[in-house]
């Protein structure tokens, strides 16, 4: 017959409580539900169990060697009970992000710090998270909450996470700032594309989503670009740029202001990247995913509102 572990538990309890009365009572159930429970268990091993009087309730030979067990039960059950209240207390703190740079250059910081102010104790973890990855790091429970990029392509995320729009990030051109194009147009004044076909290009890096993007709207705009420096850095880029070897597209979140250059807005609508949060669609254990959640659109919110303000 296949031992309860219930029934061992119980058991081990009478011995302890020494009557039934004192076990109903650290069990939170009626003494006649530990009645039923005896007489069950007394039937299943085929044995007296419990010798009742009127000092109370007596193990049996039987018994004691049960209760034997049952107080192992009774041990592991308070192990687990008191693992499980340090793991949910750590997940409750835990946040694990994954970000790309751009991201965690001028997303992060400010809601990090706003993390901080509501939760001096939270455990949190940032890790580098390559374009394309962080969605299954997410699913794969590696981390908690990803923010990614997607270039113009549709985005079909894993089942297990939940997804979470934040910005739309247009690309601009980044020019020395004695280029032609800047010296004869009014200040701020907008390009398009094809003005740019003989124009030698920092670009970023074949294969690579951003690469891909700007491939297209170059053959949309009636030319192939002439890529002189391949990079996987927009920092990098704008630095090239900055010793006037060449012209870049560069996400607007990205631009640094790098000495020697300027940046144009495309004309029409330009092309973009959209930016994302992405997390375990199940956040129970995890309370501070949606917190940061929130923290992540505030921030997204106000820089949108940033370039859109007439003076940016």
Known sequence: MPADPGQLRLLALIERNGSLTATAHALGLTPPAVTQQLARA????????????????????????????????????????????????????????????????????????????????????VVDVVSGRGEDEVAAGRLDVAIIATWGTPFTPPPQVSVHPLLLDPMVVVLPDDHPLVARRPPGTALRLEELRDESWVAIRASHPARDQFDRVANAAGFSPQVRFQTESYDVAQALVGTGVGVALVSRLALTGVPGTTHRELVRQAPHRRLRAVASADTTLTPLVDVFLELLRDVAEDITATWNSPSS
Request: glycine fraction near 8%; charge should be positive.
């Open 42 to 125: 007394e039937r299943d091993w085929r044995a007296p169990l419990v010798l009742r009087g009127p000092r109370g309730a007596v193990l049996t030979e039987a018994g004691a060697l049960l209760a034997a067990h049952g107080r192992v039960v009774e041990e592991e059950t308070d192990k687990a009970a008191t693992g499980l209240s340090a793991l949910l207390g750590h997940l409750s703190r835990r946040l694990r992000i994954g970000t790309f740079q751009a991201a965690a250059l001028h997303l992060l910081p400010r809601a990090l710090t706003a993390l901080r102010h509501r939760y001096p104790d939270a455990d949190v973890t």
